[in-house]
């Protein structure tokens, strides 16, 4: 059995929130699409004569991607982590052959492995995907030690019938 106990940070909790979304192959194509179509504006607008309405729809697009759209995101991070009342307490996340089991001062679940829609791993964390929206994350850093992550990869790694995206199988 593999015990970890988790505090997660407000700092997990954004971390989180932008891989999400900068992971999204739809939000990626939006965002390539967004910048292509502004490099041609830009380019008018430096090189050429001047039109207010090209300057205009660059400087939306470019506004748009790289300001609104980040101070968005951190700003849904900070609501997810001030209004999910789990997150300001430790959670313990229990792993066997047969069960996950996620307890916190807020509420107790167990599930099987077999419900799992994916167990993926990053840097930072592994996410336990009960379906395509729903997930439990575990911060790397709630670990005691490099060999209970590796032990915790072998377990997963062990169950064939979840989708596994895992580092080092």
Do not use: C
């Given at each position: 059995?593999?015990?970890?106990?988790?505090?997660?940070?407000?700092?997990?909790?954004?971390?989180?929130?932008?891989?999400?979304?900068?992971?999204?192959?739809?939000?990626?194509?939006?965002?390539?699409l967004i910048l292509i179509a502004t490099v041609p504006w830009l380019y008018q607008e430096l090189?050429?004569?001047?039109?207010?309405?090209?300057?205009?729809?660059?400087?939306?697009?470019?506004?748009?991607?790289?300001?609104?759209?980040?101070?968005?995101?951190?700003?849904?991070?900070?609501?997810?982590?001030?209004?999910?009342?789990?997150?300001?307490?430790?959670?313990?996340?229990?792993?066997?052959?047969?069960?996950?089991?996620?307890?916190?001062?807020?509420?107790?679940?167990?599930?099987?492995?077999?419900?799992?829609?994916?167990?993926?791993?990053?840097?930072?964390?592994?996410?336990?995907?009960?379906?395509?929206?729903?997930?439990?994350?575990?911060?790397?850093?709630?670990?005691?030690?490099?060999?209970?992550?590796?032990?915790?990869?072998?377990?997963?790694?062990?169950?064939?019938g979840v989708k596994q995206s895992l580092f080092n199988k």
């Open positions: 059995m593999i015990i970890i106990k988790a505090n997660v940070t407000l700092k997990d909790v954004v971390r989180y929130t932008f891989y999400d979304f900068y992971t999204n192959i739809g939000r990626v194509i939006i965002q390539v090189f050429t004569s001047y039109d207010p309405r090209i300057n205009m729809f660059s400087w939306i697009g470019i506004i748009y991607m790289y300001m609104l759209i980040p101070i968005k995101l951190y700003l849904k991070a900070r609501k997810i982590y001030k209004s999910t009342k789990e997150f300001h307490y430790p959670i313990q996340y229990e792993f066997d052959d047969k069960l996950i089991k996620i307890t916190s001062s807020t509420h107790e679940h167990s599930h099987k492995w077999d419900i799992l829609y994916k167990v993926t791993e990053t840097k930072w964390w592994f996410s336990f995907y009960f379906n395509q929206l729903t997930t439990s994350f575990i911060p790397k850093a709630a670990f005691l030690n490099e060999e209970q992550i590796q032990e915790s990869r072998s377990l997963i790694a062990s169950k064939k």
